[in-house]
């Protein structure tokens, strides 16, 4: 099998992580990103990736993680757009801050990553989006994060037509709920958690979903056997929504 080179953004813990381990199981060239240096600096010492700081909300960061690979002559198979947060909020607590910061990092963090990568991209190549199932269910408190991951997903139809001459390609994955660090940072107790995670007993899947069950889907819309598909989206959600 040919060697790719993937770059994943957020893959210092949950489903970035996940998937940094399983290329680098494959064989594949993994170049990862993060907005905390110690923790990226873990990752490197576990798996000996590349890896470089680049936080999704600062501009400058963005343009130099694009620059630094150009000059260093990278060429990227696959981007993973991962990176995100889950602040909630109830609508009417909302507040300027909490919407600015929610698409700053999960609207405006890929969109800048990707400008910023693109004369990195090789041709062909694939780009995955990490979205959501909040795009077609509305859960209490996360209208902003909806409005985020809705945002880009419309943007990657332009995508799709724009970068079509460059061999690029643009797809995503709809995770559903899945046990990562994201619900703890969101402020959620154990306690919470483990009762959210029950009420998935009652889904298809009879469980809550694991950072490695969206390692197939991803890991697909990034292989050549996905290569006629543009701006599809394979929702991973043990059939939360059926
Ligand atoms: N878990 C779910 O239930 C679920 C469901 C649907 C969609 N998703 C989406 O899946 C993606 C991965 O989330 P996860 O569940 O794996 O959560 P996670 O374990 O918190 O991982 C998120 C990753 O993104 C990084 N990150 C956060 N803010 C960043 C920023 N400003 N700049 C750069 N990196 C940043 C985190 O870094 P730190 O380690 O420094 O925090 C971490 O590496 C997200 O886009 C999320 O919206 C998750």
Redesign the pocket.
């Known amino acids: 099998m040919q060697i790719k080179t993937i770059l994943i953004?957020?893959?210092?813990?949950?489903?970035?992580?996940a998937l940094a381990k399983h290329n680098v199981a494959l064989g594949n060239n993994v170049i990862i990103?993060?907005?905390?240096q110690e923790?990226l600096d873990a990752v490197v010492a576990d798996l000996g990736v590349k890896a470089y700081l680049?936080?999704?909300?600062n501009l400058d960061q963005l343009a130099s993680l694009g620059k630094s690979l150009e000059e260093e002559g990278v060429k990227l198979d696959g981007v993973v757009l991962?990176?995100?947060?889950?602040h909630p909020s109830p609508f009417m607590n909302a507040t300027p801050a909490h919407f600015d910061e929610m698409i700053a990092?999960?609207t405006k963090?890929p969109f800048f990553t990707l400008q910023a990568l693109q004369p990195c991209l090789a041709n062909p190549s694939s780009v995955v989006f990490?979205?959501?199932?909040?795009v077609q269910k509305g859960f209490p408190g996360s209208a902003v994060?909806s409005a985020s991951?809705a945002a880009f997903e419309a943007v990657i139809h332009v995508l799709n037509v724009e970068l079509a001459d460059l061999g690029v390609r643009v797809n995503s994955i709809?995770?559903?709920?899945?046990?990562?660090?994201?619900?703890s940072?969101a402020g959620m107790s154990t306690e919470q958690q483990t009762a959210v995670f029950e009420s998935l007993k009652a889904t298809p899947l009879g469980r809550e979903?694991r950072?490695e069950d969206h390692l197939g889907s991803i890991q697909y819309l990034l292989d050549d056997a996905s290569t006629p598909l543009r701006n599809v989206t394979i929702e991973v959600d043990g059939g939360y929504l059926v």
Do not use: Q
């Open positions: 953004t957020g893959a210092t813990s949950g489903i970035g992580l990103t993060g907005r905390n923790k680049a936080d999704s909300a991962n990176a995100g947060i889950f990092v999960n963090g990490v979205s959501s199932i909040v994060y991951k709809r995770p559903g709920i899945t046990a990562t660090e994201i619900h940072k979903l950072a």
